[in-house]
């Protein structure tokens, strides 16, 4: 857990109160960053995973639609 200090006030920064894109960027870069790690690791043939975001993120980018942010509002934390 986080704290957000803005205007001289804190409040803790969960997974809850952040924006469904704002967690739509965390999944996209731990992806990348996963990719990276993992390709450097375990496998050469996971530097192939950071193209799903980076697809990801192109087609929101043309369409204005994101579908992570779609299926993040499905989890149970997002709803209400």
């Known amino acids: ?6 205007k001289n006030v804190s409040e803790p920064v969960t997974l809850r109160n952040l924006p469904t894109l704002r967690q739509a960027f965390v999944v996209a870069s731990g992806l990348i960053v996963a990719g990276y ?3 450097a690791l375990v496998h050469p043939a996971f530097i192939y995973l950071p193209l799903l975001p980076a697809g990801g993120l192109l087609f929101s980018g043309l369409t ?10 499905k989890l149970p934390w997002n709803k209400g």
């Open 1 to 6: 857990m986080f704290t957000l200090k803005t």
């Open 37 to 39: 790690v993992l390709a």
């Open 64 to 73: 204005g639609f994101c579908p992570m942010v779609y299926f993040l509002q």
